[in-house]
């Protein structure tokens, strides 16, 4: 059983689209995150999320939009999608609180997102 | 601001032997925690190992260790018996500890284990 799992994997769209990446976790984490992977393969936090609050909020552009309808699940929305935007976008999840576990990140597999 | 540096872009090594790879990081805080991350061609982020740095001791996980000098800012990671598939981009990474879970990497070393 996936523990954190994204869909699509792979996604192929035209400039100007909007496209949403969903992510889901099924460990009974309190906290997930979108990180974004660029062609470098630079790895960068975007959002994170606690119990459906948002926590972090990088310096990202407003048309992208994380979504967290419970704490199991934080979709990712990207509207007018652009050249630039083509990355691999990992979701990941981690427990709360102090602890040892408390700051140890699961991700899942990465999706990849190619604008045309 | 912390940043993370990992001063080699590719290594090899040969199956079997020990290869190292090195990474410094920047910080000015004195409750931190220190990751490697392991990524094959398959994507998937993996943890290796991971060190909290107000412990000492230096982690180990199997095959992996690492080598953790706090006051030089230090934290290579020394994989031992090399195996193909350890074949791979390894990521360092920092996080504070109180960040809530915001990791800061570094860019990558591509390592290749061959025959």
């Known amino acids: 059983d996936t523990a954190v799992s994204q869909t699509p994997k792979y996604l192929v769209t035209q400039m100007g689209n909007d496209k949403s990446i969903k992510c889901e976790q099924n460990l009974g984490h309190d906290t997930m995150y979108w990180y974004k992977q660029d062609s470098k393969k630079f790895l960068k936090i975007m959002f994170s999320y606690n119990n459906k609050e948002l926590i972090i909020n990088e310096t990202v552009p407003n048309r992208f939009s994380p979504k967290s309808p419970d704490k199991a699940h934080l979709n990712l929305h990207i509207n007018s999608l652009e050249l630039g935007d083509s990355a691999v976008y990992f979701c990941a999840s981690s427990p709360r609180g102090a602890g040892t576990g408390a700051n140890v990140l699961t991700f899942g597999a990465g999706s990849r997102l190619t604008v045309l | 601001a912390q940043t993370v540096t990992q001063s080699q872009p590719e290594m090899s090594v040969q199956e079997a032997e020990t290869v190292t790879l090195s990474c410094t990081y920047d910080t000015s805080e004195s409750n931190y925690y220190l990751f490697w991350y392991k990524q094959p061609p398959s994507r998937q982020m993996i943890l290796v190992i991971r060190?909290?740095?107000?412990?000492?001791q230096n982690a180990t996980e199997n095959r992996f260790s690492v080598n953790f000098q706090k006051a030089a800012k230090s934290f290579s990671l020394k994989i031992s018996d090399s195996q193909l598939g350890d074949t791979a981009m390894y990521f360092c990474a920092f996080m504070s500890g109180g960040s809530q879970g915001n990791l800061i990497f570094g860019k990558g070393t591509k390592l290749s284990v061959k025959p």
């Open positions: 060190q909290e740095a107000y412990k000492q």
